[in-house]
Nanobody, 119 residues
Framework: QVQQVESGGGLVQAGGSLRLSCAAS????????MGWFRQAPGKEREFVAA????????YYAESVKGRFTISRDNAKNTVYLQMNSLKPEDTAVYYC????????????WGRGTQVTVSS
């Protein structure tokens, strides 16, 4: 059963910014770390970023470090991904999910949100 809904994707020019949101059920959000993942056409889904349950620890893939910021609002059961300095290679469908051990997914996948970066 899918416990989260992603939103905020869109079309943006290279160098631009987007903020993705992931609304999760309270039951899910209050118990687990959360992660963002992405899947580009013809490629496997890959880890992007993760945040601990308390929000005090964050982890990033090398490809997005320094450009993306993950955060969470526990009062709103929502996790965010602020994406700056976007590149065409960031084009993908972005998904959030519950994780353990940084990038080990334990939930079901939602529909994701499409991010397209034009050059």
């Amino acid at each position: 059963q899918v416990q989260q809904v992603e939103s905020g994707g869109g079309l943006v020019q290279a160098g631009g910014s987007l903020r993705l949101s992931c609304a999760a059920s309270e039951r899910t959000f209050s118990r687990y770390a959360m992660g963002w993942f992405r899947q580009a056409p013809g490629k496997e889904r890959e880890f992007v970023a993760a945040i601990s349950l308390s929000g005090t620890s964050t982890y990033y893939a090398e490809s997005v470090k320094g450009r993306f910021t993950i955060s969470r609002d526990n009062a709103k059961n929502t996790v965010y991904l602020q994406m700056n300095s976007l590149k065409p290679e960031d084009t993908a469908v972005y998904y959030c999910n519950t994780v353990v051990g940084v990038d080990h997914v334990i939930g079901s996948w939602g529909r994701g949100t499409q991010v397209t970066v034009s050059s």
